[in-house]
């Protein structure tokens, strides 16, 4: 039986065949605002049978959608793009209240879906197979990229929007339908997605959203043999479960999990920078971020002196209501993930490193929070606290920091701060790491860019035509001219 809640509540449902879906064994569940931790709406989550019912929708639209010409399809997420653009401050209150979004990260998001639009409204056209030489006398030889069908897509709560539109808009502009499985914190931002498609002119059935707070209805979504691509972003952990899943029902998968993100800042670098471009990396939406630069290496002659700059610079950064639009770093997505950073903090207290500023929580907030002389051993040093705390690792030397940069079972993303492009370059070619950025920190996504990890970070690159790849189906064709000479 669900509680009673607040009649006042704006009450949403899952959206399946172009229309909001609603049937009576649906429980309702509160959508919390993180930093006020009130509700803010009600959200009719989907059961085992609307999940079938948006995959039933879903594989009828994919049929006249895959068929469509790239022109229409190119035009419906211009449109998209322009309909953010428009309603970009609507799409930031929701960000901001459901997901305590500071305002400039709610406006990223916004602005990163606007480019995604229109760089999947020029996929559409550039769908392409190829023509190779054949093995054999008289043969023509060529690939077509076809669409996979049905796409379905599990997103997280961090940045609700981008994450769940990066993998939206590349499927739809290569003929894909798309069920949408939102993070249970974060099922309006999902919602918005439904408003923005239809207003721009896209068949019913063709996307899809299931909101859910019961994560075993996933497994549906690897059961159902419509469903021909689960494409992923989130945890390692739930990454892992969902690989399992994958192999048993042999279901293709593109996996974006956690990682826990070096920058290495060389001795000759600009301290003042490298302690900006540090701080920027780790701290942006409270360091819920999976690129985040949680490891800072520095090499050893200035370990000391970047310390104390960096804890004086983080000490500065503001904190609190992200309704306010001072605020850097707002609040965490639930008062477990406040626990969970202060168990990191206390084990590596306990562990020999040095707290240099922060450690406190007031209320939804944890303050922006740095630890020194942090190594291996210490739980801080490889798990994700996906949150304000960055640790300050020494490296005696360039080879050092490489070693060290390495020293994590994740391989997302990274950085180095030096003038020197020998080691810049060298750094590049030996971090493991899906992506590296020189002079600057890890945090950077470019919506035209190969986006994806290595190690547990998870595999399959996301953005533009490399999503594109993943969600066509490429199939060979030949063509023999007069008859093949066979053996027999
Ligand atoms: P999470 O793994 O807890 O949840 C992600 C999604 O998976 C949610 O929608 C959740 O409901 C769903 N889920 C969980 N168990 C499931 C199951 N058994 N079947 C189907 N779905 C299931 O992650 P989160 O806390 O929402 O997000 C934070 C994590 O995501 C961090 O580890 C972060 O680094 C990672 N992340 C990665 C990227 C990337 O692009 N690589 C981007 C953002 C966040």
């Not at 989550?45 to 929708?57: L, S």
């Not at 989130?234 to 399992?244: C, M, N």
């Amino acid at each position: 039986m669900n509680a009673p809640h607040d009649p006042q509540l704006q009450t949403y449902a899952p959206y399946i065949g172009g229309r909001t879906w609603e049937s009576a064994d649906q429980p309702v569940t509160p959508v919390i605002n993180p930093y006020t931790r009130k509700p803010i709406a009600l959200v009719r989550q989907a059961t085992a049978a609307d999940i079938d019912a948006a995959i039933t929708a879903a594989q009828e639209a994919q049929k006249a959608w895959g068929k469509t010409l790239a022109s229409e399809r190119e035009a419906i997420l211009c449109r998209a793009a322009d309909i953010v653009e428009k309603r970009r401050m609507e799409i930031a209150k929701v960000l901001i209240e459901e997901g305590g979004n500071v305002f400039g990260k709610a406006m990223f998001e916004c602005d990163y879906m606007i480019s995604t639009f229109r760089i999947a409204a020029g996929q559409a056209r550039d769908v392409r197979g190829e023509t190779m030489p054949a093995d054999a006398p008289g043969r023509i030889s060529m690939t077509v990229r076809q669409p996979l069908g049905v796409v379905a897509g599990i997103g997280p709560f961090n940045a609700p929007f981008l994450l769940t539109g990066k993998k939206l808009a590349p499927a739809l502009a290569a003929g894909n339908a798309f069920v949408l499985k939102p993070s249970p914190y974060t099922p309006l931002a999902a919602l918005k997605f439904a408003e923005i498609l239809e207003e721009a002119g896209l068949p019913p059935g063709v996307f899809n959203v299931i909101p859910t707070t019961n994560e075993a209805l996933g497994d549906k979504l690897f059961a159902d043999p419509r469903v021909k691509l689960v494409t992923f972003t989130g945890s390692a952990r739930t990454g892992r479960i969902l690989a399992e899943l994958a192999g048993r029902y042999m279901k293709r998968i593109v996996l974006e999990l956690g990682g826990k993100s070096p920058i290495v800042i060389l001795a000759d670098a600009d301290l003042d920078y490298a302690v900006r471009a540090a701080a920027f990396g780790i701290f942006f939406n409270q360091g819920q971020v999976c690129m985040a630069n949680s490891r800072i290496i520095v090499e050893a002659p200035i370990y000391e002196r970047f310390c104390a700059a960096f804890a004086a610079k983080v000490r500065t950064v503001p904190y609190g209501d992200p309704a306010n639009p001072g605020t850097a770093v707002g609040p965490l997505i639930n008062p477990a993930q406040c626990d969970f950073i202060r168990g990191h903090i206390d084990d590596a207290l306990a562990k020999g490193a040095r707290l240099l500023t922060g450690g406190e929580r007031h209320g939804a907030i944890f303050e922006p929070s740095v630890l020194a002389g942090v190594r291996p051993g210490m739980e801080v040093y490889n798990e994700e606290s996906f949150g304000p705390l960055a640790s300050v690792l020494e490296a005696r030397d360039y080879e050092h920091a490489v070693e060290l940069a390495n020293d994590t079972s994740y391989g997302l993303s990274s950085g180095i701060v030096t003038n020197d492009l020998q080691k810049a370059f060298d750094f590049a070619l030996r971090v493991e790491a899906g992506a590296v950025h020189i002079n600057d920190n890890s945090f950077d996504d470019d919506p035209n860019a190969p986006f994806g990890g290595q190690k547990d970070s998870g595999y399959g690159r996301e953005n533009g035509r490399y999503s594109v790849a993943d969600m066509t189906e490429l199939k060979w064709i030949t063509v023999q001219l007069g008859q093949r000479q066979l053996p027999f």
